[in-house]
C-alpha cells in the first residue's frame, strides 16, 4: 500500500547563508549607511534591528528577496510587531516555523477528507502527517490538492513516498 509522509521544514543553513548576505548587503548600501541595520539569528527566530522603521521595513524586503533567492519559503516566517528598542531605534522579531502543528495536521487532514478520495486515509505522527491509500495516483491527487490549497500557512514538503 503506497504511503508518504508530509513534513514542514526549514534548511537553517540556507538561513544563515541568506541573513549573512543580507547583513552585507545592508552595510555596503548606500541607503543603510549610518543606520547600523542589524539581522541577528538565534535558532527559532530572526531579529531585524534598524534606526527606523522605514530602514527596517526595506532590511526585511532584503532578506526576504535572499531567502527567496535561496528557495527558503516566505511561509515559514512570523513578523511580530515593530518595536521600538533603546535610543529610538526599531526592532522587529520573527519566528521561524517548522514542525506541523495539531491546529495545521487537521486542517490538513480535512482536506484530504475533503478530496473525496476512496482509500486514501491520514494521521498525525508528531510533527509530520502520514498518508496512505491504495493506488499512487490518489496519492498524486492528495499532493497536489495540498499544493493548490491556500487554507495551510506554513511551506510542506512531501517525503518518503514509497509504494
Do not use: C, W
Not at 511580530?80 to 528598542?85: D, L, Q, R
Request: charged share 35%.
Amino acid at each position: 500500500m503506497p504511503t508518504f509522509d508530509i513534513v514542514s521544514e526549514v534548511d537553517h543553513q540556507e538561513v544563515r547563508n541568506a541573513v549573512d548576505q543580507a547583513n552585507r548587503e545592508a552595510s555596503t548600501r548606500f541607503d543603510f549607511r549610518g543606520t547600523d541595520s542589524t539581522i541577528e539569528l538565534t535558532e527559532t527566530e530572526l531579529v531585524l534591528e534598524s534606526a527606523t522603521e522605514d530602514r527596517l521595513r526595506a532590511l526585511y524586503q532584503v532578506l526576504e528577496e535572499k531567502l527567496v533567492r535561496r528557495k527558503v519559503s516566505l511561509k515559514s516566517l512570523a513578523p511580530g510587531k515593530v518595536e521600538e528598542a533603546s535610543k529610538g531605534r526599531a526592532r522587529q522579531h520573527i519566528a521561524i516555523q517548522a514542525g506541523i502543528t495539531a491546529d495545521n495536521a487537521k486542517k490538513i487532514n480535512r482536506l484530504i477528507k475533503e478530496t473525496g478520495l476512496k482509500g486514501v486515509s491520514s494521521q498525525t505522527q508528531g510533527e509530520q502527517v502520514r498518508v496512505s491509500g491504495k493506488k499512487r495516483d490518489d496519492l498524486q491527487a492528495v499532493i497536489s490538492a495540498l499544493k493548490d490549497s491556500d487554507e495551510i500557512s506554513i511551506p510542506l514538503q512531501f517525503t518518503n513516498f514509497r509504494d
